[in-house]
């Protein structure tokens, strides 16, 4: 099952999605990027599902000001 690497800033609600293959790539992937992060209002978090629809919609805080965030990397 594929899954997804979110990153997401919570300030502006600027947002980066990665698919992998499974959940236990992005769960690595997410586990690398935990050690170097030093921003205390960024998520990383990683979700197994059939497709980036369904995380939409089980997630959907993650893209709720997708239309209007700035671009990620975001420029605090």
């Known amino acids: 099952m594929p899954a997804f690497l979110i990153k997401y800033h919570r300030p502006t609600g600027a947002l980066n999605v990665t698919e992998f293959e499974t959940l236990t ?7 690398d990027l935990d050690q170097i992060n030093d921003d205390p209002d960024v998520e990383l978090v990683a979700i197994g599902a059939k497709n980036l629809e369904s995380v939409r919609h089980t997630h959907a805080r993650y893209f709720f000001r997708e239309k209007t965030a700035p671009p990620y990397p975001f420029v605090a």
């Open 25 to 31: 790539e992005a769960t690595l992937a997410r586990h």
